[in-house]
């Protein structure tokens, strides 16, 4: 397992220092009570949809392994965009509240999914010009930045995310499962159900065994960087968007259907 320490929500300047040295944290009770009742229903809906069009659990992330895809048609989806909490962190680490909401999605890992191999995302992204050939987005501050939110306590055997601390600057190649040293699958975050993970998505990850009898279920929302942009498919619905606060429509004003 990795000690960390579970933030609490007030610890804002805690959790952006957090971030820009680990490249990740963790913050407690984000998601409680009636809310994370629903926005965990709504997830194993999806799931038991995701899972009836593959009965041979061939996975989208490896056998028994999911990702959700963009769920932002999902009203709870849409929830998880405005959380105070968060956005105090978010803005703390990019500086103002400029920031756009990308997307929501998540992944999830079926009874008898392996190990995941370490990986980064981003990495299609570089920048060229007339004097440097290629230069890594690993330079720059975060670019995008995820938030997880595991709908069940994570634990070693229902396949906790782990991941590898400082590494989202790293320009060494990742190790593959079998380079792998036995620390690094050890990087486990028990991280309780309603609680968030702050993670700059460059820092190394994967998913771990799920040895258990149950789904492990992570949701997600993604932001972008105020000075970043990518592909923004439009798939929020003009309904969702309308009940969602002010705060939030700003937010995902780039991803609200026509």
């Known amino acids: 397992m990795l000690e960390i320490e579970i933030l609490e929500p007030i610890e804002i300047e805690k959790a952006k220092n957090t ?5 990740f944290v963790a913050i407690r009770d984000v998601l409680v009570g009636d809310q994370l009742d629903r926005i965990r229903m709504a ?4 799931i038991n949809d995701i899972i009836d069009k593959d009965p041979y659990r061939t996975g989208n992330r490896g056998h028994h392994r999911y990702s959700f895809g963009n769920q932002i048609h999902h009203f709870e989806w849409c929830e998880l965009v405005d959380l105070p909490p ?3 962190i978010v803005e703390a680490i990019w500086g103002n509240n400029n920031f756009i909401c990308s ?6 890992s079926l009874p008898k999914a392996e190990i995941q191999p370490l990986h980064s995302d981003g990495n299609e992204l570089g920048f060229s010009d ?3 050939e290629q230069v890594s987005y690993r330079a720059l501050p975060p670019p995008t930045l995820v938030i997880n939110f595991p709908m069940v306590n994570f634990s070693k055997e229902n396949g906790a995310i782990r991941q590898i601390p400082c590494t989202q600057r790293l320009q060494a190649p990742i190790p ?5 040293p036995p620390w690094m699958k050890n990087c486990l975050i028990y991280a309780p159900a309603g609680s968030a993970l702050i993670r700059d998505i460059r820092c190394w990850h994967g998913g771990t065994a799920n040895n258990s009898d149950r789904t492990r279920p ?5 932001y972008y960087a105020p000075w970043f942009r990518k ?8 309904r969702h968007f309308e009940r969602m606060s002010l705060r939030a429509q700003h937010l995902c004003r780039y991803i609200v259907e026509d």
Do not use: C, N
């Not at 971030?19 to 490249?23: E, I, M, T």
């Open 218 to 222: 992570m949701t997600s929302v993604q």
């Open 86 to 88: 968060i956005l105090s």
């Open 176 to 180: 593959s499962l079998e380079e792998e």
């Open 130 to 132: 007339q004097w440097v």
């Open 103 to 108: 997307g929501a999605g998540g992944d999830f």
């Open 43 to 46: 997830a194993d809906r999806v």
């Open 231 to 238: 592909h923004l498919p439009k798939k929020l619905p003009r």
């Open 19 to 23: 971030v820009l040295r680990d490249g």
